[in-house]
């Protein structure tokens, strides 16, 4: 009998998100795993595939937020990960593990001659602006409209910007996210929109030797999921260049786009790269590689170290090994093969569209897609933003697609992981065709 995956309002997730409410604020500690009416608890996972509490399993498209490349549960990495759990998971010594990692990440891309692992995407971000402005001795960075890269003050403005404030299209304006943020910050975060190198370097223009650095991510999910154009980034590389700023690419999500990162298809260099998510194997990773100049800034070996760095989990040898291991196996031919399945499911995707005749598109690149409720791919952040009655339809197709047995990235996007065959990509395309059959009426509110 088909399984009913409908979330209940009783049961094990509505009983343990009770007693969550009265310990957590919002019942959790991210808020990205809330759900209506409440979230749901995972049992166990394997492949391509979770099971929650309930017993209810479903096609795995979120993959832990993009950090998951190999699906949940990978045999070679859980064998490596035991048996370095027996031998200890973390020590006031160094091990072999984080040399032997560095050695691997530094070999996939010849601009990392120096590499500092840290513990999440944010602290990456945040180490390499702070590396910048080091090496700069300039307090300003500059950073993409809506771009998100974790929760750094200096790194968060203006990711939540809407109509209301974001000001205009020629200086958009820097909006905090997090109430109480200090207006010096404000005064500190340089907004450019994406892909529009004109405005862009007008803006950068007006602070010329202010700025450290600039920060960009070349396939940003909250812009739209869109390529950053070659001509955006030769631009910023330029202006970087004649005015002794560092351009820094936060490589969090989209390092899985290439096998020395999503860089790896543009002509440019950055100075600095962030990284994180899937180069910890499924476990808390971050960290920053690039020149061995700018990254001297951090060695404690000099007479006067300009950025002292350090973090007490920082290259821990269990995310080492689970690291090291996930990266080896995602070899070329693993990312040829699961790019290509990318290829095929936005091709699917797209089909389905033009099937349902709905005005909705898919936008993408590496192995991750979005959907959107707008007839063209968007340009960039403004483009992007769904409104009320976008975000009511996007709602509807992710809870159709959720109670058939598949979880998507609450913005209708997915990523793919080497567990994935096309079975997982038929499924998908199939259960979004009913869903945009279903509520095509939704549509004409747009
Ligand atoms: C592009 C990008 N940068 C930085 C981060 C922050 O990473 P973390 O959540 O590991 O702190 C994220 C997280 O989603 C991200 O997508």
């Known amino acids: ?226 390529p950053a154009s070659d001509v955006f980034m030769t631009t910023l590389r330029k202006w970087t260049q004649d005015n002794g700023a560092l351009l820094i690419l936060d490589e969090v999500i989209t390092f899985r786009g290439g096998y020395g990162g999503a860089q790896d298809h543009y002509e440019m260099q950055p100075d600095l790269t962030a990284m994180g998510k899937m180069i910890g194997g499924g476990f808390p990773v971050g960290a920053l590689a690039g020149r061995k100049e700018v990254m001297e800034v951090m060695n404690p070996l000099q007479d006067k170290v300009l950025f002292p760095h350090s973090g007490t989990f920082s290259a821990n040898p269990v995310t080492m090994v689970a690291g090291l291991t996930a990266m080896s196996l995602f070899d070329q031919d693993a990312l040829t093969r699961l790019n290509a399945l990318n290829d095929q499911v936005r091709n699917q995707i797209s089909e389905a569209i033009r099937i349902a005749q709905v005005p909705a598109c898919v936008t993408g690149g590496g192995s991750m897609f979005r959907v959107h409720m707008k007839p063209e791919p968007p340009k960039n952040y403004r483009g992007a933003y769904a409104d009320a009655a976008e975000v009511k339809v996007r709602t509807a197709i992710l809870d159709h697609v959720f109670d058939n047995g598949i979880m998507m990235i609450n913005t209708c996007s997915g990523t793919l992981s080497t567990a994935m065959t096309n079975k997982e990509i038929d499924i998908l395309t199939e259960v979004l065709l009913e869903g945009f059959r279903k509520f095509k009426p939704l549509f004409a509110d747009l």
């Open 1 to 226: 009998m088909e399984q009913d995956k409908k979330i209940s309002s009783s049961g094990k997730s509505a009983e343990l998100y009770e007693q969550a409410l009265t310990l957590m604020p919002g019942g959790c500690s991210r808020n990205t795993v809330l759900r209506d009416p409440h979230p749901l608890y995972a049992d166990f996972a394997e492949g391509a595939y979770v099971t929650d509490i309930e017993g209810i399993k479903r096609i795995d498209f979120a993959n832990n937020m993009a950090s998951l490349i190999h699906g949940h549960a990978h045999p070679q990495v859980v064998a490596a990960v035991t048996a370095q759990l027996h031998r200890g998971t973390a020590f006031t010594l160094a091990t072999e593990s984080e040399v032997r990692y560095a050695e691997h990440l530094c070999s996939r891309n010849a601009g990392f001659e120096r590499i500092r692992f840290v513990n999440s995407g944010t602290e990456a971000v945040m180490s390499c602006l702070k590396a910048a402005r080091a090496f700069t001795g300039r307090s300003k960075i500059a950073k993409v409209e809506g771009a998100y890269h974790g929760l750094y003050d200096y790194a968060e403005i203006s990711q939540t910007a809407g109509p209301s404030n974001w000001g205009e299209q020629d200086m958009p304006s820097s909006v905090p996210v997090a109430h109480g943020t200090p207006e010096s910050v404000l005064n500190e975060v340089v907004v450019i929109p994406f892909n529009d190198p004109e405005r862009a370097l007008a803006i950068l223009e007006q602070h010329g030797k202010e700025l450290a650095c600039v920060l960009v991510d070349l396939l940003p999910h909250r812009v739209g999921l869109i």
